[in-house]
């Protein structure tokens, strides 16, 4: 995913800067900065200076969830004036100015900031898991190291591409932009990962070829030899490529047999590194997603010496089951390191983000995703981007240092990933607490003897608490408040947003919930576990289903990719996020264990946009409920309501090929509530 390499600049730079240049035709508000990125403490005055023509300007702040918490007005003087609401309190926040002249609207203008509690990363060890991706090798604006820290962010992930620092053979020269980098951000405290990539012409080919030689890899090894040696102690961490399992980052005669090729690159970086510098962690893998088959394939190459760390990428599109795969990733590396465990580094982790509206949905992915990799021991974490660039204009913690509403101001995910931080630093994961649906999510951690238990919900519902004195609940843009038990309980109101709740919980159970059955939340390695069974099957030509059709599936690796379960036949899958049918349907069943009136609802959407489309339907034991056509780029949702269950009733989720299976990965989703 470090996609936004020299080579994919150039044409996205010009159409980037183009867009966010634009100004609205009528505006006259500029506005300044009291402090970069309009990211303040809470011991700082928040004031966002402005000047305009206008003889008014009124103003509006409303916080991540839509509240409009603060508006007034303001009389510039002279044409400038300073916007100060006294928020009050921490969080993530949106300010709306208009400005009139004589009554009459002249222009509005928008901007985002945040508000954070003091927070001083430098206390923090090599330890800590927190880390961004950066791109400023592609010497893009370095301002966003001071945000970073502010954050609390202590690691940061970037390149020193191989074919600048070596052009001509054996001879290493380190830009000055490179190494200005490097030492802004020693100055802020963070530490850095540096990706070695890519080809090198004067080897085995340039651009993304990945050395196949002797004499490649070890021009590769002197290489990574010369980083480690320019940095000293600053470079503690190298990772060996990027993604190399998937289809972007790797050309040449390696393409063919990429587990043995890269393993031979780790082995000759390894033995060529250590011995100058055997404090530095080499780290392998950067697959995408997790892969487990490729990471399998390499250890069966022999690689887990020369390693220390196993990195990757666990892409998804929403957190639920990432803690299944990470599972499966620990128990794969002690069966190829007699039975011990290795470090595992998402080195690059985040919701794919390409609206404004998304962001916000980003923010809630990274909460939930944080807590679910840290019970899987994952040591770091890199959030991928640190800042809009112009591949992703959106995806970052912070805007770019030239967009409209302010140099590197905040997104959601910025005050999301700091109160984390905040809650989490020095956190022991301890369990998930038992006893409720698998949509609802309590996760216990301990914080020397304190209790911490980050809570949210897939499916909104309610939950009571047993406690005997106050608990402090706080949100996920960090604003806290205290709740006084009644009766010995305390009641909450759960949904997808992450709330961190401290103190001493006694009970924990869900009042009310409607909620019977939730596809993703209940997806497991195990058939049965939550009622959920993984199957397929064959229909006979002109013949009618029937659920004695169904045949389990085998949890096992799929080709060089993640766990899954499958088929007779390999594309004959289901994940947590796809189903993909042959000849054979793909069936995702639930047997209940209830009795009631039930609505089936859920998602249905194709993942490749070719092919002849599929079918979606849904069977009630072997009655026929529900039945639609979905064409290559369809996206639906559904609801069957009025559905009579009791115990023992089968209802299978099923997804049919329509004939030719090609590109048929379909996400298919389902939920049995109450009606």
């Known amino acids: 995913m470090i996609k936004s390499l020299l080579r994919h600049l150039v044409l996205a730079s010009a159409a980037f800067l183009a867009v966010v240049a634009l100004p609205s035709a009528r505006a006259t508000i500029t506005l300044g900065q009291a402090r970069l990125g309009n990211v303040f403490l809470t011991t700082e005055t928040v004031q966002i200076p402005l000047s305009c023509e206008g003889d008014e300007v009124a103003w509006s702040v409303k916080d991540f969830f839509g509240a409009t918490v603060k508006e007034g007005s303001i009389t510039p003087v002279n044409g400038s004036a300073s916007v100060a609401p006294a928020l009050g309190r921490v969080g993530y926040f949106e300010l709306r100015l208009t400005e009139k002249k004589n009554g009459s609207v002249l222009s509005t203008k928008e901007t985002t900031l945040a508000v954070l509690t003091p927070f001083d990363a430098s206390t923090l060890g ?102 480690v040696t320019q940095y000293g102690g600053q470079l503690k961490a190298v990772e060996v490529w990027n993604e190399v399992n998937g289809g972007t980052y790797v050309d040449g005669p390696a393409r063919d047999n990429k587990p043995y090729y890269y393993s031979l690159l780790l082995k000759k970086v390894y033995e060529t590194v250590k011995p100058v510098r055997p404090d530095v962690k080499i780290v392998a893998g950067a697959t995408v997603p997790i892969a487990h088959g490729f990471l399998q394939n390499l250890f069966i190459q022999g690689a887990m010496p020369y390693l220390d760390v196993v990195s990757v990428h666990p892409y998804r599109g929403f957190a639920a089951g990432v803690d299944v795969e990470l599972a499966e990733l620990r128990e794969l590396i002690k069966s190829y390191n007699n039975g011990a465990e290795k470090p595992i580094w998402a080195s690059e982790f985040s919701l794919a983000i390409d609206t404004v509206e998304k962001q916000y949905e980003g923010a809630s992915y990274l909460a939930q995703m944080i807590p679910l990799m840290l019970s899987q021991k994952v040591e770091r974490m890199y959030y991928y981007l640190s800042t809009d660039d112009p591949v992703f204009p959106l995806r970052g913690l912070l805007a770019t240092h030239d967009d409209p509403k302010g140099r590197h101001t905040p997104h959601p995910t910025y005050v999301a990933y700091a109160t984390a931080i ?3 630093t020095n956190a022991r994961f301890e369990w998930r607490v038992a006893n409720t649906s698998p949509s609802t999510y309590a ?114 690796m ?118």
Request: include cysteine; charged fraction near 15%.
């Open 126 to 227: 090599a330890t800590a898991p927190w880390g961004a991706q950066t791109h400023y090798a592609q010497y893009l604006s370095t301002q966003p190291l001071a945000l970073l820290a502010r954050a609390g962010i202590k690691h940061f992930r970037d390149d020193h591409y191989w074919a600048t620092l070596e052009a001509t053979r054996g001879v290493y020269t380190y830009p000055a932009p490179y190494t200005r980098f490097m030492q802004e951000a020693a100055s802020a405290g963070l530490q850095p990962l540096l990706t070695l990539g890519w080809g090198n012409a004067l080897y085995d080919g340039g651009d993304c070829v990945l050395p196949y030689t002797e004499s490649g890899r070890q021009g590769f090894a002197n290489y990574a030899r010369s980083l």
């Open 422 to 424: 905040r809650q989490l």
């Open 443 to 556: 996760l216990k951690f301990l914080k020397g003897s304190a209790k911490l238990y980050p809570m949210w919900a897939l499916q909104p519902v309610t939950v009571k608490i047993g406690a005997a004195s106050n608990l402090t609940v706080t949100d996920l843009m960090g604003h806290a408040r205290s709740i006084a038990p009644v009766n010995g309980f305390v009641t909450l109101d759960l949904d997808k947003h992450v709330q961190y709740v401290s103190g001493d919980i006694k009970s924990f159970a869900e009042v009310n919930t409607t909620l019977f059955a939730d596809s993703t939340a209940g997806y497991s390695k195990t058939q049965g576990l939550y009622g959920w069974y993984y199957g397929s099957a064959t229909v006979p030509s002109g013949g009618t289903y029937s659920p004695a059709l169904f045949l389990p599936m085998t949890w096992k």
């Open 558 to 675: 799929w080709n060089g990719d993640n766990y899954r379960w499958v088929g007779a036949s390999l594309n004959n899958f289901i994940t947590v996020g796809q189903v993909h049918p042959t000849t054979a349907w793909a069936v995702r069943r639930w047997v209940s264990d209830k009795t009631g009136t039930v609505i089936l609802s859920g998602e249905a959407s194709r993942l490749d946009g070719r092919g002849n489309g599929v079918y979606v339907r849904i069977f009630v034991d072997d009655r026929e409920v529900y039945t639609r056509f979905l064409s290559p780029t369809e996206a639906i949702t559904y609801e069957v309501p009025n559905i009579t269950i009791t115990r023992g009733t089968i209802i299978d989720f099923v997804v049919d090929a329509n004939g030719s299976y090609s590109y048929d990965s379909t996400r298919l989703t389902g939920m049995v509530t109450k009606q």
